[in-house]
């Protein structure tokens, strides 16, 4: 039990000679250690979930492989963080190391994992068929199943909010809804969601809603949802660009939203991708002498593409080529690569754990709503992604005015001087809430920046009854928010020196939100009894047709 791998290891290139040192020194203490722990018999099952069931603390044989595994894998960490490579190599050789790590965890394997040898054993072997139908199950479908589908129907038991759809062209339908209460502001809010996933993230079940929320703070809410285009359409939507969805998809939802409502300016909010869309036709528009948005809010949404958090290690010269090359001319970028692809940034939430509960102990997971929207991907245009990707997370050009040119129009971000409520999720590994907050320094009006607790998703999806989870503010953005309506922002540049004089909240951010927006939205007069209008009458009940096409 003595002996240890750490004698026989090549020098990696890059590791001053000191450092190695010091790692191998460190390796063979704590293996010493860990082996007279395991003869004396007082090893405890480590910290790490995938370890810590008991069938792990009755098998020592089990444990000590769970145990030098985590050693190995420090060990192979510390290695990373020494190297000498710059920042972006070091970022790749992380993510890289911690996609093999957690592969070959010995959680992952039927022979190596105890919890799953008693499952088979308990079952008389029924885990084992239940897993490999499971298996047989997710191999058809391409893709590993994360909740029970089964119990989900998009607008029968999510996506329910009443409204109807008064615009449709062939890249996104316009939803609006149904108000609830008796009076509703002058001035509507039309809400822009990502494109690379479907809206109703924002109206998953009536307890977690975003939209009802808003519709029953009194506010006439219209959604943009989004065509989800396949490979036996035939109309060239997938040769649609950046400039198509702005041109024909954002502007004419902000403009057929004020129609509808008779008023001349509407407030708007993009959430994500939904956010940079947004942004990039108001800068559009403005550039044309045209102000349609009177207040913007922005969620986890990026302008500035300065840091793009673990996304960083896809973005290259080379694979932006790759994608001009195969995409650039026509065809689909497929949801689910980006559904993949979203799934290893967090691989063992996201993969490892089905892998070990659906496939090895037969299981079929839990029915929530939220996996159920993350598997209902969406495909993408070829031109628009590729456009996306190297203009936005390889070049950063919109954050430059006038770098970015559509339909023959320079675009300047810095011309947005509407008031702007900007939120940032503080533990997001797709927007890090820095980059979010980065936004400030961009635009020119009054500002009010929230910072919320949890991730991309959680942290925005979070309603007040549940009470849980926090926000964070500033005392200067009370109110109106931040700036002097001049151009000159008042919020720090520095996102640190934000938050050290920043407050923390118990409970959601909607609540803070809907006040902001209340004094952005006019008067209240009595709710519309009909949706749409002469011009724009409904054309079926919501959340209508294209939220239902599933990506082949």
């Not at 069938?55 to 030098?68: G, T």
């Not at 029968?156 to 008064?166: L, S, Y």
């Not at 509703?184 to 690379?196: A, E, G, S, T």
């Not at 109703?200 to 009802?212: C, E, K, M, T």
Request: hydrophobic residues 40%.
């Amino acid at each position: 039990m003595t002996a240890h791998p750490s004698a026989a290891w090549p020098v990696p290139v890059g590791v001053a000679p000191d450092i190695l040192a010091q790692i191998q020194a460190d390796f063979s203490r704590d293996w010493q250690r860990l082996a007279d722990d395991a003869r004396a018999g007082r090893l405890e099952p480590p910290s790490d979930k995938r370890f810590a069931g008991e069938a792990w603390r009755r098998s020592p044989h089990h444990l000590v492989m769970a145990h030098a595994y985590l050693l190995s894998a420090r060990a192979l960490h510390r290695m990373v963080d020494a190297a000498s490579v710059s920042e972006a190599l070091r970022d790749r050789l992380r993510f890289s190391i911690m996609q093999w790590l957690d592969a070959i965890a010995p959680s992952n394997f039927l022979a190596f994992n105890p919890d799953a040898q008693e499952s088979v054993l308990a079952s008389a072997g029924k885990a084992l068929n239940e897993g490999l139908a499971n298996l047989l199950n997710d191999l058809g479908k391409g893709r590993i199943t994360q909740t029970d589908e089964s119990q989900f129907e998009i607008g029968v038991n999510v996506a329910v909010t009443p409204g109807q759809v008064v615009f449709e062209n062939p890249l996104f339908q316009l939803i609006q809804y149904t108000p609830s209460t008796p009076t509703v502001y002058q001035r509507p809010l039309v809400i822009v969601p990502p494109n690379i996933n479907k809206f109703y993230v924002l109206d998953l079940q009536p307890a977690n809603s975003f939209v009802r929320h808003a519709v029953e703070a009194g506010f006439t809410v219209f959604m943009m949802s989004w065509r989800n285009p396949v490979p036996a359409d035939e109309d060239g939507v997938d040769r649609a660009q950046w400039d198509d969805y702005l041109e024909n998809a954002v502007l004419p939802a902000l403009r057929m939203a004020g129609e509808i409502t008779g008023q001349p300016q509407v407030n708007a909010l993009g959430f994500c991708v939904g956010g940079t869309l947004l942004a990039s036709a108001l800068a559009l528009a403005h550039a044309r002498g045209e102000r349609p948005v009177a207040a913007l809010t922005l969620l986890t949404a990026l302008l500035d593409f300065r840091d793009t958090g673990v996304l960083s290690v896809f973005v290259d010269e080379t694979h932006a080529l790759l994608r001009d090359r195969l995409l650039g001319g026509g065809g689909l970028m497929p949801g689910r690569e980006l559904a993949t692809t979203f799934s290893f940034l967090r691989p063992n939430e996201l993969v490892w754990n089905y892998v070990v509960d659906n496939y090895l102990k037969g299981r079929k997971p839990p029915a929530f709503d939220l996996l159920f929207w993350n598997a209902d991907s969406t495909n993408l245009p070829g031109p628009f992604f590729a456009w996306y990707f190297r203009n936005t997370y390889l070049e950063n050009n919109l954050k430059v005015p006038g770098r970015c040119v559509v339909a023959d129009v320079p675009l300047d971000l810095t011309s947005l001087d509407m008031p702007a409520y900007i939120f940032g999720s503080r533990e997001d590994h797709i927007v890090p809430w820095t980059s979010a907050y980065a936004s400030t320094q961009l635009l020119r009006g009054t500002q009010r920046f929230v910072l919320g607790a949890s991730g991309h998703i959680a942290g925005v999806i979070n309603p007040p009854a549940k009470k849980r989870r926090s926000y964070w503010t500033t005392a200067a953005g009370n109110g109106n928010g931040n700036g002097d309506g001049n151009g000159n922002a008042m919020l720090p540049g520095d996102p640190s020196a934000w938050l050290a004089r920043a407050e923390e909240h118990p409970g959601s951010w909607w609540p803070d939100w809907t006040a902001w927006l209340a004094g952005h939205s006019g008067r209240q007069g009595k709710a519309p009894s009909r949706m749409g209008s002469a011009e724009h009458p409904p054309i079926e009940p919501a959340p209508g047709r294209y939220v239902k096409v599933r990506a082949m």
